[in-house]
């Protein structure tokens, strides 16, 4: 690469960009180059060109030479908040400049007084196009080496791994810059990344990971660093890692991660634990669903028999969910699953009145029972969640409780007797008809929610919902998008998120269609595929929230689509899978769903290429 020699664009003490008191500037996060302490108070164009930005506040210029090179003047730390106060510009926006002409004239002193650092960062902001970087000033001068030079030594210092298999050389050198195997707690992996759990995250060197042979990306989500390796391939370096240290085998992430959480995070994977294992069930019912639909969209007409044995494909597992839920929430909390799901079975015992039906003017009556002399009114609970959501969590609690008191000659018998019959009174005479109620006021206000004119509701959540996927807490709607289905038929949620998702993968193909570098360029449409299928921390993680404004574009492409499915009233037949795999959850409303994945990529790629810089 061309090595390139500057003159300094303002006149005081030269010194080395490390040595600037702000870690973005001195990080190199900006770009290589140099700093002036103590400036006297003028910016002079260094080359001929022309002013590329004019920031209002004037306390920083962007230029670009004749010959390409983009330079970024910052005047002290922080001083954006002055507002302009003590800057005087002597250019614009757009200007063509010769070198020695005045930019800017501002008042250090003022600016000291204020409580701001006058150091002035001049910075290569296409620096990877160059070799060395020189900035001369009276005699002084600052060069930066090109970062190729640090890969190229880190290169020479791994090629003793050269012989070993692909898999086995890339275990080595992610142990070597992930810490060592002490800075590891944890490893598994899933289809396409390793997943470690790490004690310090400060002893990873990132840069060194991302250009080992064969990682396509890497990042933090949900307390794990996750290693972007590809199908098959990480299953082997997986087995390598763990091999190089074999305490790590059997080690839980899960649990290790659960460590780390916030309140609101072990309340979001608590509830993923429990409705992700009954996921499929639903997909497959809600494909069924959609088929089902879309034949009678095209005019197929099902005999009586026929559309009875379709209802009992679509139906079941929504009429027998509680037992589903109660199942598998034993089952995360420690207890029998079985009966978790015996007592599940019992929410929608055929002996119940039908929750829904026994409502005044209904088809049915609850049954009366008198508790301390209290009408208690007894129903089933199809379709429900949450009653069996905390009885599976009170029954595992007091199975747990009665183990321990039980002698353990009659346990097998006495524990298993006394928890399903405490728990079924409990959760027919309270539980049920408590969490009934709070469920039925909190999804009916959901929904009203969601069905709010012009599509606001679909516009706020659209716009938000990748920002609380940052957050690590989006399994928390696992549980509204299972009652949406169980009550309704139809996920409206599922409709909206798939254009937030889809969105998210536009802004980040818009970044790999402008960057340059074949490398990286190939690395994030990798890292955008998967958005695609319906998983976007690779493309947010790897690509959007490193360069922030490809993150917001895809948040607004998020809102539009959102919008729009909101107002259009899509909904899908199922939940858990969205884009191009969702498209099979709407079958029956085909066009509508192609249109709102088309919003959400539009406008977030569009935002992206046209407003995107790369060296931003």
């Not at 002084?140 to 080496?145: H, I």
């Not at 190729?148 to 298999?165: I, T, V």
């Not at 997909?283 to 034949?295: D, H, P, S, Y």
């Amino acid at each position: 690469m061309k090595d390139i020699r500057l003159s300094s664009p303002l006149k005081g003490e030269l010194i080395a960009l490390q040595d600037v008191k702000d870690p973005v500037f001195a990080g190199g996060a900006m770009g290589r180059g140099a700093a002036i302490r103590n400036p006297e108070g003028k910016v002079y164009a260094p080359f001929d060109g022309e002013v590329t930005v004019f920031f209002e506040t004037k306390h920083a210029i962007g230029l670009k030479s004749k010959d390409g090179v983009e330079l970024l003047i910052h005047v002290g730390m922080d001083t954006v908040n002055l507002k302009g106060e003590h800057f005087t510009a002597k250019a614009a926006q757009g200007d063509k400049i010769t070198k020695g002409q005045l930019l800017l004239e501002f008042d250090p002193e003022g600016i000291a007084a204020a409580g701001y650092d006058t150091t002035t960062p001049v910075v290569v902001t296409n620096h990877d196009q160059y070799g060395s970087i020189t900035f001369e000033l009276d005699g002084q001068t600052v060069t930066s080496q090109a970062d190729g030079g640090s890969a190229k030594a880190a290169a020479a210092r791994d090629s003793e791994y050269d012989d070993l298999p692909d898999e086995q050389r890339v275990a080595k050198l992610i142990e070597k810059y992930v810490g060592g195997m002490s800075n590891v707690r944890a490893a598994e992996h899933c289809a396409t990344r390793l997943r470690l759990i790490v004690n310090d995250k400060s002893l990873i060197d990132e840069k060194a990971i991302e250009n080992i042979e064969g990682v396509k990306g890497q990042f933090f989500a949900a307390q794990q660093y996750q290693i972007i390796l590809g199908t098959g391939f990480v299953d082997k370096v997986c087995a390598a890692f763990i091999a190089n240290n074999p305490a790590l085998a059997g080690t839980s992430n899960k649990e290790a991660a659960y460590e780390q959480m916030t309140l609101m995070q072990k309340i979001s994977r608590t509830l993923g634990d429990v409705f992700v294992p009954i996921i499929p069930v639903l997909v497959a019912t809600g494909l069924f669903m959609g088929l089902r639909g879309a034949c009678q969209a095209l005019g197929v007409e099902f005999s009586g028999n026929v559309l009875t044995m379709s209802q009992v494909l679509t139906d079941t597992a929504f009429i027998f969910l509680p037992a589903l839920v109660c199942w598998s929430t034993m089952k995360k909390f420690g207890g029998t699953p079985v009966i978790g799901l015996v007592l599940g079975l019992m929410l929608v015992a055929p002996q119940l009145p039908n929750a829904w039906a026994a409502i005044p003017g209904g088809a049915q009556q609850p049954l009366l029972m008198d508790v301390l002399g209290i009408q208690v009114p007894v129903v089933g609970y199809q379709g429900s969640v949450l009653p069996a959501l905390v009885l599976g969590i009170i029954a595992a609690k007091l199975q747990a409780f009665l183990k321990k008191v039980v002698p353990d000659i009659i346990d097998l018998i006495v524990t298993p007797f006394l928890t399903l019959f405490l728990c079924m009174l409990l959760g027919l005479l309270v539980i049920g008809p408590v969490m009934h109620a709070i469920e039925s006021a909190v999804f009916g206000a959901v929904q009203a929610f969601l069905m709010m004119p012009f599509g606001i509701g679909g516009i706020v959540v659209g716009g938000l919902q990748q920002v609380i996927v940052v957050f690590g807490v989006h399994h928390i709607f696992n549980a509204l998008e299972v009652q949406l289905l169980a009550t309704t038929g139809r996920d409206a949620f599922n409709a909206i998120i798939t254009g937030a998702i889809v969105a998210q993968g536009g802004a980040a193909v818009a970044v790999a269609m402008k960057t340059q570098d074949a490398k990286k360029r190939a690395l994030y449409f990798s890292s955008a595929v998967p958005a695609f299928l319906g998983i976007t921390e690779p493309a947010i993680f790897g690509i959007n929230l490193r360069f922030v404004r490809p993150f917001i574009y895809g948040l607004v492409g998020g809102a539009c689509a959102g919008g729009v499915a909101s107002f259009l009233q899509l909904a899908g037949t199922g939940m858990g899978i969205t884009v191009i795999p969702g498209t099979l959850l709407y079958l029956d409303h085909l066009a509508e769903y192609l249109l709102v994945n088309a919003i959400g990529f539009a406008v977030a790629f569009g935002l992206t290429f046209t407003l995107f810089k790369p060296e931003e």
